[in-house]
């Protein structure tokens, strides 16, 4: 129990209060649905419900509301008491910030009347009120098993002998579970009253609980737990994309909660602001070269002379408000910039809506700045990951809008950390962007068909000629030394984008968004660049990687390409009697070699230039076979040896020509045939427009680290259950594998025969079977389409924000 056991550690180091806020609340905080205007109100009792949640919790809090909103009786009567914070528990050995409060809601109630108990991870999909009017004779609860309290339908009056304040605070909640059972108080409910996870039923389900928390869509943990895919997770975020559109909060300006309107702006915290002033400064130029700015809103408790002084006293004009003053006033676009701070001191239920208000009053960007001490009082947890995503949950609501944010972290024996991040809208109607060069061609390749297909400014920049050049550069970098080598040509005005591809250009990317303070995003190209984490930066990696799910991750079924026609007219131009003249077609044999999952031995390539020189004489084809760098000498001899002596034999390292003529042969070939271990050849071949034919090669021999890799992706997907047979959350040996294949140090293989099945199911390509003909294949789209989804997630200036719905795979 390895993320129980570190949590535990630091709340009785004293460091517990960094992930969650002081308990010190002593009633639940009620949000109340009243019966919708113009309809009679309903003489039933009002449905009773308590939610058992924690800040970190709170996307899923406004999703479990919103829920409810959808399908409730518009006649009836709902009150919701959150449950959180309650003071008198002892939460460092709990795994969540709420076990036990459902076993004190008798008390809560006033033992009285029944209440229904759901924990935040779950939504509703039928009115919760045909839960509510159940009847149960003789029992105290409800519930789908009597091991299992996650969906409880709650007889107050019985229960409270047994389950109370005290009785809460000061037994375990599974005694207190065997209590009830021993009592006979216990009846079953529908289990379509709690569908866990893979439960879901279209038809049947009214609840579902996303009890498996590290396959929780919403991510709430990310330090705890390396998240995976959920059959369900479309079901919540089609509810929280609706919440968004309604502009549905659980409290706003005109009702925030009654903490936010006990505070006085005079007790909040007015922290030292050096970096912040950094990062206001360079957002203020990059405003002003994107738009200008006129006019700019500071919510915090410094003077306005002391920050413009601070901020080198920009010529704008400025207005100041208290972060207390944004309650009751609504205004839309109001200034150009709004900077914010002071708000960590206030209460965390509240930082949805003022964020809001933060975002509805800018025209182009926000920016806040946040200062986290333990030792400070405090509502909001003093986690930066916590922050993060407030801001971007924010951003989404306000897809127009850019911000910032920067988070100063406290740390008792060492100096404070500081974060930074910026999301929602690139600023400049043409964001620059720079393409690391990498010392492969493949990836290249890639970035730089990305980079063509996005149609922004681009310039290639490179750290080094090779890797060791570029990696001793990073290091004197890391080291403080300065910017040393070919980054010493890195520090003009940062770009607004970084496309990188294989992991040395991606360290670089990494190392440019540092010096920038967090203002350049990043997209990471193919599996070893790394993963986004908490960032708005995007990884692009192909389905048959089968890497971990991320919603800044967008899945392709081949990598992206540069553009081929214009390239393969200029070589048919170069390179006109590439082949020999017969009435059939010409083939090319693109030839790859061995990699970490396959081989190319000799055996294998002399039966495939047997069979292909055998259809190729068939069809009266005129074929080419071109070896890569890839290809081994043995099975390049072998090859050469099996093929007609008329055949075109080009061999990658041949010395005696000046220049490659590859794109001679792939423009003067009507059909492409491909070895099938390499998805950049076939993405090239594919680009062409032309027929492919697959040729699989078999399984090598797993190496000692391909051996282990299997073994870590094994223990990362074994789950573990407990009795109710639910998932356990995610721990020891299988987060440590979970982690260690997230962050890329050791790779799930890749799975070919689904990228070549994915293929053929689009049309694109066939396996090479028995003879060779000639078809049309659909238009490959993939690149273009992907550079509209990544236009979608940067929310570019001047773009369609609406997400492509197809990969584009159709006829001319």
Wanted: with cysteine.
């Amino acid at each position: 129990m390895a993320i129980r056991s570190l949590r535990v550690l630091s709340a009785y180091l004293g460091r517990g209060a960094a992930r969650r806020p002081a308990a010190n609340i002593n009633q639940t905080l009620i949000i109340t649905l009243d019966p919708k205007a113009g309809v009679p109100p309903s003489n039933n009792p009002p449905v009773r419900i308590y939610l058992g949640t924690e800040s970190a919790q709170f996307r899923a809090e406004r999703a479990f509301v919103w829920s409810i909103e959808r399908v409730r009786d518009p006649a009836r009567r709902y009150e919701i008491h959150l449950m959180k914070d309650l003071a008198g528990f002892e939460r460092r050995l709990w795994l969540t910030g709420f076990t036990n409060y459902r076993f004190a809601i008798p008390d809560l109630a006033g033992r009285q009347g029944r209440a229904i108990y759901n924990d935040a991870d779950q939504i509703y999909l039928r009115d919760p009120a045909e839960l509510f009017d159940l009847p149960m004779g003789d029992k105290g609860v409800l519930s789908i098993n009597d091991h299992d309290t996650s969906v409880m339908l709650i007889d107050c009056a019985r229960m409270a002998e047994l389950w109370n304040n005290d009785t809460a605070r000061h037994t375990k909640n599974r005694e207190l579970e065997a209590q009830m059972r021993a009592a006979g108080l216990w009846g079953p409910l529908d289990s379509a009253w709690n569908a866990r996870d893979a439960e879901y039923e279209p038809e049947h389900s009214h609840l579902i609980h996303y009890t498996t928390i590290h396959t929780q869509p919403w991510r709430p943990q990310p330090r705890d737990y390396v998240y995976g895919a959920n059959p369900a997770s479309d079901i919540w975020n089609r509810i929280e994309a609706e919440a968004d559109a309604a502009g549905f909060q659980l409290f706003d300006a005109t009702r925030p909660t009654p903490d936010f309107a006990a505070i006085h702006a005079d007790g909040l915290e007015t922290p030292a602001r050096p970096k912040q002033h950094e990062v206001w400064r360079a957002l203020i130029a990059d405003v002003r070269a994107a738009s200008g700015v006129e006019q700019c809103a500071y919510v915090g408790l410094e003077s306005i002379d002391g920050l413009t002084a601070a901020l080198g006293r920009p010529q704008v004009q400025w207005t100041a408000l208290r972060p207390t003053d944004l309650s009751g006033m609504a205004v839309n676009g109001a200034v150009d910039l709004v900077l914010a701070d002071s708000l960590a001191g206030l209460p965390d239920l509240d930082m949805p809506w003022l964020l809001d208000e933060l975002f509805r009053r800018a025209r182009f960007a926000v920016a806040v700045s946040i200062h986290l001490d333990e030792r400070a009082d405090r509502s909001a947890p003093a986690d930066p990951d916590w922050w993060f995503q407030q801001l971007s949950a924010a951003g989404r609501r306000f897809t127009d809008r850019h911000w910032r944010l920067v988070v100063v972290q406290y740390n008792r024996l060492r100096p404070d950390t500081v974060y930074h991040w910026s999301g929602g809208r690139l600023l400049r109607d043409r964001p620059e962007v720079w393409v690391m060069r990498h010392v492969k061609t493949g990836h290249n390749s890639q970035a730089g068909g990305l980079a063509d297909a996005l149609g922004w400014p681009t310039e290639w920049q490179s750290a080094g000629r090779s890797t060791t050049s570029t990696l001793a550069a990073l290091t004197a970098s890391q080291l403080r030394l300065g910017a040393h080598g070919a980054l010493q040509e890195l520090t003009a005005s940062w770009p607004d984008v970084v496309i990188a591809s294989g992991w040395a250009s991606a360290l670089v990317a990494r190392w440019v968004q540092r010096r920038s303070r967090g203002a350049t995003r990043l997209i990471l190209l193919g599996r070893r660049s790394g993963r986004t984490g908490e960032t708005e930066d995007l990884a692009v990696v192909c389905r048959h990687f089968n890497l971990p799910p991320h919603p800044r991750q967008i899945e392709t079924i081949l990598p992206p390409c540069k553009a081929l026609d214009a390239r393969l007219a200029e070589a048919r131009e170069r390179w006109p009697d590439r082949y020999a003249e017969t009435s059939g077609p010409n083939v090319a044999f693109l030839v790859g070699g061995n990699s970490a999952v396959h081989a190319l031995n000799a055996e294998t390539a002399r039966s495939l230039g047997t069979q292909l020189q055998s259809q190729a004489d068939a069809a009266n084809a005129s074929l080419a076979v071109l070896t890569s760098r890839r290809t081994p000498s043995a099975a390049a001899t072998a090859l050469q040896q099996s093929v007609a002596p008329e055949t075109q034999f080009v061999a990658w390292n041949d010395t005696s020509r000046q220049e490659n003529p590859y794109l001679g042969y792939l423009a003067g070939a009507d059909i492409l045939v491909v070895t099938g271990e390499s998805e950049s050849m076939l993405a090239e071949a594919i680009a062409t427009g032309k027929p492919v034919y697959i040729a699989p090669l078999p399984l090598g021999r797993a190496g000692l680290r391909r051996r282990l890799a299997d073994w870590v992706v094994h223990q990362a997907n074994t789950n573990r259950y407990n009795a109710r047979g639910s998932k356990r959350p995610q721990q020891g040996l299988q987060y440590l594998c979970a982690r260690i294949v997230e962050r890329r140090w050791l790779l799930p293989r890749r799975n070919t025969p689904e990228l070549h099945n994915a293929l053929i199911e689009a049309g694109v390509a066939r396996f090479l079977d028995t003879q060779l003909v000639m078809w049309r294949p659909p238009a490959w789209h993939e690149t273009e389409w992907l550079a509209d989804r990544i236009k979608t997630l940067l929310t570019a200036p001047g773009f369609d924000h609406k997400t492509p719905a197809l990969r584009a795979t159709g006829n001319d």
